[in-house]
């Protein structure tokens, strides 16, 4: 059976049961996730054709630390970068190195601060120079899912409203939903319960309570579902080796709906493509 209680009384450890945050909560994740999206906007200007992953790494890492802020993947379970870089096929978790990206990539870029013992957690596509039309098309698919799924976040809901919202649509767009990741709650925990899954039935997984706070984070390809996870233990790659893409943002659940924490500052959720 699923309990809920008040944040500010849990212990600081996944229990299994779900926090409801207060006033004081969402302000600590508003100030978190919005040096988060700073961040990701200022990387829409760095990432192009013969930068390296290591170097969006080092700029993670330094802008955090301007700011007094730590990357909450940095030495996370022995993860030893500052940032997670997916490179087309990578689904998630890509590890940063020296290559340098090519023209016609896609990139996804993760990035979690830690702000005063608070995690701000958001993922962005970007398009590296000049892409294909496939590949601008899984973006704008993979962004829509995400709003969708976000516009099903209410009180009284179910967490499965979510992923069926995002599951009926990307699979009308002929492309498919990653099972093997899913969204999580947040807040002094990196990663807390619930689990959002981006597929379902609306009347599947537990009830939304205002004071909720998790990520959603789809994660879809354009060939089939499966991945695969690499011998270094992070990097998850599609198993038919299509194009993938993933949009992140971390939410609120509010008294009518929800806040979107990780809002661009500088409206660059989306870098390159042309929405609505």
């Known amino acids: 059976m699923v309990t809920y209680l008040d944040a500010q009384s849990a212990p600081l450890k996944n229990t299994g049961q779900i926090r409801l945050h207060g006033p004081e909560g969402f302000e600590a994740m508003r100030k978190a996730c919005q040096l988060t999206a ?12 013969g930068v390296t992953t290591n170097t969006i790494d080092r700029f993670v890492f330094e802008f955090g630390a301007d700011q007094g802020a730590l990357p909450a993947t940095l030495n996370y379970r022995g993860y030893t970068k500052s940032s997670c870089t997916s490179i087309n096929h990578v689904v998630c978790h890509g590890i940063p190195d020296d290559k340098p990206l090519r023209e016609g990539d896609i990139v996804n870029i993760d990035v979690t601060y830690i ?24 973006m704008e698919v993979t962004h829509e899912s995400l709003m969708r799924g976000i516009a099903a976040v209410r009180p009284g809901a179910r967490t499965g409203a979510i992923g069926a919202a995002i599951q009926t649509y990307a699979e009308a767009e002929r492309c498919s939903v990653v099972r093997d990741f899913c969204g999580h709650g947040v807040g002094q925990l990196f990663h807390d319960a ?25 994660m879809i390809n354009l060939g089939r579902p499966h991945v695969k996870v690499l011998a270094d233990g992070w990097t998850a790659v599609t198993r038919d080796r299509s194009l993938t893409a993933q949009y992140e943002h971390t939410v609120g659940v509010t008294n009518k709906g929800c806040e979107v924490f990780t809002l661009s500052p500088a409206g660059l959720f989306a870098p390159g493509l042309k929405l609505g």
């Open 38 to 49: 700073r961040c990701l906007d200022e990387l829409a200007s760095i990432v192009a054709p």
């Open 115 to 138: 702000v005063d013992g608070w995690h701000g957690d958001s993922s962005r596509m970007y398009p590296v120079g000049e892409i294909k039309r496939a590949a601008e098309r899984l």
């Open 194 to 218: 619930p689990n959002i899954l981006h597929y379902g039935t609306p009347n599947e997984g537990v009830e939304m309570r205002e004071g909720m706070i998790f990520t959603i984070e789809p």
